[in-house]
């Protein structure tokens, strides 16, 4: 947002005189990059992730790059780990040898989708510093960033190279680049310290980095988010330093807000962005493990930050919430200076409950009740085909720990070699709110689906490669995974990753993963729209069911609710090998709501509650005028 402030002479000399130009790169080591193509022609050593490592000694070469346009341009696709962004810059890098395999021409592209696209053309030019007549000096940025239009944010960009600089040359057997930055240039002030969300112990300078023409600033700090001129704590602050001192008296465990606004030579104030931090508490807080988490080591160390003046902390553990909301003495385990505990060997598959209350000599500190729950099993149920289809009946079927298998030329499932395929399931359970990117590492094809939305889709025969799903948000419950993939010969490996903002890439693990009790719902997926009018709503059985209860209307929290009782949503009790269901003719336009429990009057825990899944129909083809004939003309004759 703009507005206009004016100034008096001084200042005015003082804006003209202190133009500032903040562009900032939008990649990280953390960001999931690709090559392109994606078929791992490339040294070992010299990987696209080398194009955004932050060195200029290390560098990515694909060696299809010396054939354009025979094999097509040559390049990567990134997926930053700060999230959606504008980028209206980039700077390149030489590698450090051949300067023939130098790209001379980029594009740059943009997808909201995915990883893999389909991307929309940003920006297409010249590297003119890497054509000029002489060589630019090995292992040199450009002197200049390219700077072009764009006001789209994208969560995914794509670099291609069209050019290199001389493929007739000798050593010109690929495309080589020692670094690319994507940049945002912005006219507002980023990059604050204390970082966003922040929690701090003692008051510390507000910090942060001047935007795009930048002079002055104003200064905005206060409790609430609506920061006014009553907030205001520095006024016309000249651009250098970006520093303000905060208030030195902080209430422990408030929220602060803070703001800088922008103002140019011409006096044109741009709002900036409002960030927050927290004054840390008197009491203990960010406990580790996280309070709600599953699946923890029974030989798990509890830890947790201290309080703003705490010397030393009491430990209360067990598996009664009670006890320990009471911090009745069955319960406490230790009075210690160090903010870290080691309760011993826990119990599998139990939840524990625990609080840390704070000393500082005089005062004590009660902390918050937190809780846990160990590991106990899990899995996810494979079956393996002797095709390339999935036909038939699998060979094998078993329960694996997870998706995690590298069996190069070997036997697949100690069974099976060439022309294997197979489909693992699982009740994928979420504990804590997160966004999550599914990766698969796969030689040949795969397919992953989650509560039936297809995911990642690369059924194709090619060699060892990642593939990306769009980041999902997934709120605490149970999620129903499909996972498949073909083999066809030489080299054969599948597994299943997953990643957070917090959590670096890892296996997804049993404990998450459960072999598939809930019903898996197929189609329509949850989320759907323009569905058919006559829809038929497909599942997938759960291995203990022998029964299905359908719940099917218009009101989420209705079908969410039901039981067989509420005759106007449960539908009735289908038959094990019934896994379709049809609600007849739908109106045009119109949300569902469906949910599928299994059932199974021998097993203590049925019913299996399924998940809510909804979805929208088509709307209505408008109604046809039928054409009137009159007598007389040439199709009346």
């Given at each position: 947002m703009?507005?206009?402030r004016?100034?008096n002479?001084a200042?005015?000399?003082?804006?003209?005189?202190?133009?500032v130009?903040?562009?900032?790169d939008?990649?990280?080591?953390?960001?999931?990059?690709v090559?392109v193509?994606?078929?791992?022609d490339?040294?070992?050593?010299?990987?696209?992730?080398?194009?955004?490592d932050?060195?200029?000694?290390t560098k990515?070469?694909h060696?299809?790059?010396?054939?354009?346009?025979?094999a097509?341009?040559?390049?990567?696709?990134?997926?930053?780990a700060?999230g959606?962004t504008?980028?209206?810059?980039?700077?390149?890098t030489?590698?450090n040898d051949c300067?023939?395999r130098d790209?001379?021409e980029?594009?740059?592209?943009?997808?909201n989708?995915?990883?893999g696209?389909?991307?929309?053309?940003?920006f297409?030019?010249?590297i003119?510093d890497?054509?000029q007549?002489?060589?630019?000096?090995?292992s040199?940025?450009t002197?200049?960033?390219?700077?072009?239009?764009?006001?789209?944010?994208?969560r995914h960009?794509?670099?291609?190279?069209p050019?290199i600089?001389?493929?007739?040359?000798?050593c010109?057997n690929?495309m080589?680049?020692?670094?690319?930055e994507?940049?945002?240039?912005t006219?507002?002030?980023?990059?604050?310290?204390?970082?966003?969300?922040?929690?701090?112990?003692?008051?510390?300078?507000?910090q942060w980095t001047s935007?795009?023409t930048a002079?002055?600033?104003?200064v905005?700090?206060?409790?609430t988010p609506e920061?006014?001129e009553a907030n205001l704590i520095?006024?016309?602050q000249?651009a250098y330093?970006a520093m303000?001192?905060?208030?030195a008296?902080?209430e422990p465990?408030?929220?602060?807000y803070?703001?800088?606004?922008?103002i140019?030579g011409?006096?044109?104030?741009c709002i900036?962005?409002?960030?927050?931090?927290?004054?840390?508490?008197n009491?203990?807080?960010s406990?580790?493990p996280r309070d709600g988490?599953k699946?923890i080591r029974?030989d798990?160390?509890?830890?947790?930050l201290p309080?703003?003046?705490?010397?030393?902390h009491e430990?209360f553990?067990?598996t009664?919430?009670q006890?320990?909301?009471?911090r009745d003495?069955?319960?406490f385990?230790?009075s210690?200076?160090a903010p870290?505990?080691?309760p011993?060997?826990?119990?599998?598959g139990a939840t524990?409950?625990?609080?840390?209350?704070?000393?500082?000599g005089?005062?004590r500190y009660?902390?918050?009740v937190?809780?846990?729950?160990?590991f106990?099993?899990?899995?996810?149920?494979?079956?393996y085909?002797?095709?390339v289809?999935l036909?038939g009946?699998?060979?094998?079927t078993?329960?694996e720990?997870q998706?995690?298998?590298?069996?190069?030329?070997?036997t697949?499932a100690?069974?099976?070699?060439d022309g294997v395929?197979?489909?693992?399931?699982?009740?994928?359970e979420?504990a804590i709110s997160?966004t999550?990117?599914?990766?698969?590492?796969?030689?040949d094809?795969v397919?992953l689906?989650l509560?039936?939305?297809l995911?990642?889709?690369?059924w194709?025969?090619?060699?060892?490669?990642?593939?990306?799903s769009?980041p999902?948000?997934l709120?605490?419950?149970?999620?129903?995974l499909r996972?498949e993939?073909?083999?066809?010969?030489?080299?054969?490996?599948?597994q299943l990753?997953?990643q957070?903002p917090?959590?670096?890439?890892q296996?997804?693990?049993?404990?998450?993963?459960?072999p598939?009790?809930?019903?898996g719902p197929?189609f329509?997926?949850?989320?759907d729209v323009?569905?058919?009018?006559?829809?038929a709503?497909?599942?997938?059985a759960g291995?203990?069911a022998?029964?299905?209860?359908?719940?099917f209307?218009?009101?989420?929290?209705?079908?969410a609710?039901?039981?067989?009782?509420?005759?106007?949503?449960y539908?009735?009790r289908l038959p094990?090998?019934q896994t379709?269901?049809t609600?007849?003719?739908l109106e045009?336009?119109?949300?569902?709501y469906?949910?599928?429990d299994e059932i199974n009057p021998?097993?203590?825990?049925?019913?299996?509650?399924?998940?809510?899944?909804?979805f929208?129909?088509?709307?209505c083809?408008p109604?046809?005028t039928p054409?009137?004939?009159?007598?007389g003309s040439p199709?009346?004759?």
């Amino acid at each position: 947002m703009w507005r206009m402030r004016w100034t008096n002479a001084a200042a005015t000399v003082l804006l003209l005189g202190s133009i500032v130009q903040a562009a900032q790169d939008v990649t990280s080591r953390d960001d999931i990059i690709v090559g392109v193509p994606n078929d791992g022609d490339w040294p070992k050593q010299e990987s696209p992730a080398r194009v955004i490592d932050d060195h200029a000694n290390t560098k990515y070469l694909h060696f299809k790059g010396d054939r354009v346009p025979d094999a097509g341009p040559t390049g990567f696709r990134v997926t930053p780990a700060v999230g959606p962004t504008v980028v209206n810059g980039m700077t390149f890098t030489t590698a450090n040898d051949c300067p023939a395999r130098d790209p001379i021409e980029f594009e740059l592209h943009g997808s909201n989708e995915s990883v893999g696209g389909p991307y929309k053309l940003i920006f297409k030019g010249q590297i003119a510093d890497f054509k000029q007549v002489w060589p630019w000096p090995r292992s040199a940025k450009t002197a200049t960033a390219i700077v072009f239009s764009n006001n789209t944010a994208y969560r995914h960009y794509q670099v291609l190279f069209p050019a290199i600089r001389d493929p007739a040359d000798a050593c010109a057997n690929s495309m080589q680049i020692a670094e690319v930055e994507l940049l945002t240039i912005t006219h507002k002030a980023t990059s604050p310290e204390p970082p966003e969300g922040a929690v701090i112990t003692s008051p510390v300078p507000l910090q942060w980095t001047s935007g795009e023409t930048a002079a002055l600033h104003d200064v905005y700090f206060g409790k609430t988010p609506e920061l006014t001129e009553a907030n205001l704590i520095a006024s016309l602050q000249p651009a250098y330093p970006a520093m303000c001192q905060m208030p030195a008296d902080l209430e422990p465990g408030a929220t602060y807000y803070w703001r800088v606004d922008q103002i140019d030579g011409s006096g044109k104030v741009c709002i900036g962005d409002v960030w927050h931090f927290v004054a840390a508490p008197n009491t203990a807080y960010s406990p580790s493990p996280r309070d709600g988490d599953k699946w923890i080591r029974t030989d798990a160390i509890l830890s947790w930050l201290p309080g703003r003046t705490a010397t030393a902390h009491e430990v209360f553990v067990g598996t009664h919430k009670q006890a320990v909301v009471a911090r009745d003495a069955s319960v406490f385990q230790a009075s210690q200076v160090a903010p870290i505990y080691g309760p011993g060997p826990l119990e599998p598959g139990a939840t524990y409950y625990w609080a840390v209350d704070e000393l500082d000599g005089g005062s004590r500190y009660e902390g918050s009740v937190w809780s846990f729950t160990t590991f106990s099993d899990g899995g996810v149920k494979a079956e393996y085909f002797s095709n390339v289809t999935l036909s038939g009946k699998p060979a094998v079927t078993q329960i694996e720990d997870q998706i995690d298998h590298d069996w190069g030329e070997g036997t697949i499932a100690a069974l099976l070699s060439d022309g294997v395929s197979a489909r693992w399931t699982a009740d994928l359970e979420i504990a804590i709110s997160d966004t999550f990117t599914f990766i698969t590492t796969s030689d040949d094809g795969v397919r992953l689906w989650l509560d039936g939305k297809l995911l990642i889709d690369n059924w194709t025969g090619h060699g060892p490669m990642d593939d990306y799903s769009r980041p999902v948000e997934l709120a605490p419950g149970i999620y129903s995974l499909r996972m498949e993939w073909y083999e066809v010969w030489m080299g054969a490996m599948v597994q299943l990753w997953w990643q957070t903002p917090s959590t670096s890439r890892q296996i997804v693990p049993a404990g998450p993963l459960q072999p598939p009790l809930r019903a898996g719902p197929l189609f329509p997926a949850n989320g759907d729209v323009n569905v058919p009018h006559n829809v038929a709503i497909k599942w997938s059985a759960g291995d203990l069911a022998v029964a299905h209860d359908v719940y099917f209307g218009r009101d989420a929290e209705a079908v969410a609710a039901a039981t067989p009782a509420d005759t106007a949503i449960y539908q009735g009790r289908l038959p094990l090998d019934q896994t379709t269901w049809t609600p007849g003719s739908l109106e045009c336009n119109q949300t569902y709501y469906w949910r599928v429990d299994e059932i199974n009057p021998d097993e203590p825990d049925s019913p299996w509650r399924g998940r809510i899944s909804s979805f929208t129909t088509a709307a209505c083809s408008p109604p046809t005028t039928p054409s009137v004939v009159r007598r007389g003309s040439p199709a009346g004759r």
